[in-house]
């Protein structure tokens, strides 16, 4: 059963927040069959299988088809988030940043699938129980990181600079940070805290990727609470109890790409709607959720 959230609730990758890490992997995926020229995620699949849950595993597997669950311009969103965010690591390990760290990590196999240089230290963080199950499932698959893993098991509304710093993080050296998939799940003020410490860690020369959602219009977050509903009522009828609209957060918030750029980050990036037609893929259509208008955005800190 899913609750809305609280101060200090958890999860694992099957329930509350941490189940939408395993529809995520479900979407890679789908994505990576459809299109691996595009974006592949050669880990998505089994990671999916090892969590268990049996309707988001048929959806990851095929055996039914994203239609009847997730409608195709969610996968098409899936191809562009990851090549984005695979072209980021790409791009800062072609420049010479040897220290990363992947925020929220969940179900993201890249420091086990991208072609790291000698010497780059992936750091995941996210909860214990994330962790310990992700590094044994692939332990299981006899896979081997690419890059130096650095697991740093904490939740992130407690002291994980602290725990980040106690892995070997060092914050004299450049650092590439992703927050992927992440802002909308934490408070307003949650978010900016964390993108403030992200800062604060940060050596000159630093690059950090994440997503920049505008804040809505008025009536919006009404007709986006009524879509993740009937999204909700799919899973449900598949003998998957789920209400998506209870693990977000809503309300006004400070939109990421200027606060970080206030922060003296500076930013580029590209909307989804405009992603989604660079590389021929399905339109959102009406977007009642404004998805269409959140941008994928990279910086490099200045200062």
């Given at each position: 059963m899913?609750?809305?959230?609280?101060?200090?609730?958890?999860?694992?990758?099957?329930?509350?927040v941490?189940?939408t890490?395993?529809?995520?992997?479900?979407?890679?995926?789908i994505?990576?069959?459809?299109?691996p020229?595009?974006?592949?995620?050669?880990?998505?699949?089994?990671l999916?299988?090892?969590?268990?849950v049996?309707?988001?595993?048929?959806?990851?597997?095929?055996?039914?088809?994203p239609g009847?669950?997730?409608?195709?311009?969610?996968i098409?969103?899936?191809k562009?988030?990851?090549?984005?965010y695979?072209?980021f690591f790409?791009?800062v390990?072609?420049a010479?940043?040897?220290q990363?760290?992947?925020l929220?990590?969940?179900l993201?196999?890249?420091?086990y699938?991208?072609a790291?240089?000698a010497?780059t230290?992936?750091?995941?963080?996210?909860?214990?129980?994330v962790?310990?199950?992700?590094?044994?499932?692939?332990?299981?698959?006899?896979?081997s990181?690419?890059?130096?893993r650095?697991?740093?098991a904490?939740?992130l509304?407690?002291d994980?600079?602290?725990?980040?710093?106690?892995?070997?993080?060092?914050?004299?050296l450049?650092t590439?940070w992703?927050?992927?998939?992440?802002?909308?799940?934490?408070?307003?003020e949650?978010?900016?805290?964390?993108?403030?410490?992200?800062?604060?860690?940060?050596?000159?020369?630093?690059?950090?990727?994440?997503e920049?959602?505008?804040n809505?219009?008025?009536g919006?977050?009404?007709?986006?609470r009524?879509?993740?509903?009937?999204?909700?009522?799919?899973?449900r009828a598949?003998?998957y109890d789920?209400?998506?609209?209870?693990l977000r957060?809503?309300?006004e918030?400070n939109?990421?790409?200027p606060?970080l750029a206030?922060l003296g980050?500076?930013m580029t990036g590209?909307?989804?709607r405009?992603l989604?037609?660079a590389?021929?893929?399905?339109?959102?259509g009406?977007?009642?959720?404004?998805?269409?208008?959140?941008?994928?955005?990279?910086?490099?800190?200045?200062?």
């Open positions: 899913t609750s809305t959230r609280r101060d200090g609730d958890t999860w694992d990758l099957a329930s509350s941490g189940s890490a395993t529809m995520a992997a479900a979407a890679r995926a994505a990576s069959r459809q299109d020229a595009l974006f592949n995620d050669s880990f998505a699949e089994q999916v299988r090892a969590v268990g049996d309707a988001i595993t048929r959806l990851a597997t095929g055996e039914v088809p009847d669950l997730v409608e195709q311009v969610w098409d969103v899936a562009i988030r990851g090549r984005f695979d072209q790409l791009d390990a072609a010479g940043v040897t990363v760290v992947i929220a990590s969940g993201d196999s890249r420091a699938r991208l790291w240089p010497g230290m992936v750091y995941e963080v996210d909860q214990p129980s962790i310990e199950f992700k590094s044994r499932a692939l332990a299981e698959l006899d896979a990181p690419t890059a130096d650095r697991v740093v904490v939740d509304r407690e994980w600079p602290a725990a980040l710093r106690a892995a070997g993080f060092a914050p004299a450049p590439a992703s927050a992927e998939g992440l802002l909308g799940y934490l408070p307003p949650a978010q900016d805290s964390l993108l403030d410490t992200i800062t604060a860690l940060s050596a000159p020369g630093s690059r950090v990727a994440t920049s959602r505008p809505p219009r008025p919006q977050e009404e007709q986006t009524e879509q993740l509903d009937r999204m909700s009522a799919r899973w598949r003998s789920t209400d998506m609209a209870k957060y809503f309300g918030r939109e990421a790409e606060h206030g980050w500076a590209d909307t989804i405009d989604l037609a590389n021929d893929l399905a339109s959102l009406a977007d009642e959720m404004r998805m269409g208008d959140m941008r994928y955005v990279r910086g490099i800190l200045t200062r």
